[in-house]
């Protein structure tokens, strides 16, 4: 689903929409994503700022880079890869596919956390932040048809095979009463 308007974001149900966006004004946040397994082998996702994951060693773990960017004057915040992160850093804008997803209460306080670094900066604006975002570390699949049998195809091929005769019959009768 193209999503062109605030009003349009407003609208979709998270975990349901998969979505294509145009984000402009878009900055890097310098949270990341990081996936890392407990005591017991369960695997977790955390947010962290970049420095906080140096700082803990877990750069090999980052699976999605935060990046925010406007649609009508209201924030929406994307969860993507190194390459769009790049992009989003050079050109302040971005186009890109993704699915909708419910915020996490983690990845809030990390944006509260930011909010306030960035506010002792001076260079934060006033957000007005949706309660999704997209994730498009990785795109969203397209239900695709069941592929049919050989034996169906096979069929297919027959019958045309007969359709094609009973045409050339066809061409013919009516040439034959063309004549007379």
């Not at 060693?57 to 390459?83: F, P, R």
């Not at 915020?103 to 309660?131: A, F, Q, V, Y």
């Amino acid at each position: 689903m193209n999503v062109s308007s605030a009003s349009d974001w407003e609208l979709l149900s998270p975990r349901a929409a998969a979505v294509r966006v145009k984000l402009a004004d878009a900055s890097y946040m310098a949270i990341q994503e990081v996936k890392v397994k407990d005591n017991s082998g369960k695997e977790t996702t955390k947010y962290l700022s970049l420095d906080e994951a140096k700082k803990q060693g877990l750069q090999s773990n980052i699976t999605g880079h935060i990046c925010m960017g406007y649609l009508d004057g209201e924030a929406i915040l994307v969860v993507g890869n190194y390459k769009q992160a790049k992009e989003i850093y050079d050109s302040r804008r971005i186009e890109l596919e993704g699915t909708v997803r419910p915020m996490p209460d983690e990845l809030k306080t990390e944006i509260e956390k930011w909010k306030n670094r960035s506010s002792k900066s001076g260079i934060s604006k006033p957000l007005s932040l949706s309660d999704n975002y997209i994730d498009a570390t990785t795109k969203p699949s397209k239900k695709a048809l069941p592929s049919l049998p050989w034996r169906i195809y096979f069929y297919l091929f027959i019958l045309g095979l007969f359709y094609i005769s009973v045409l050339r019959e066809l061409r013919r009768v009516s040439r034959f009463f063309g004549y007379n």
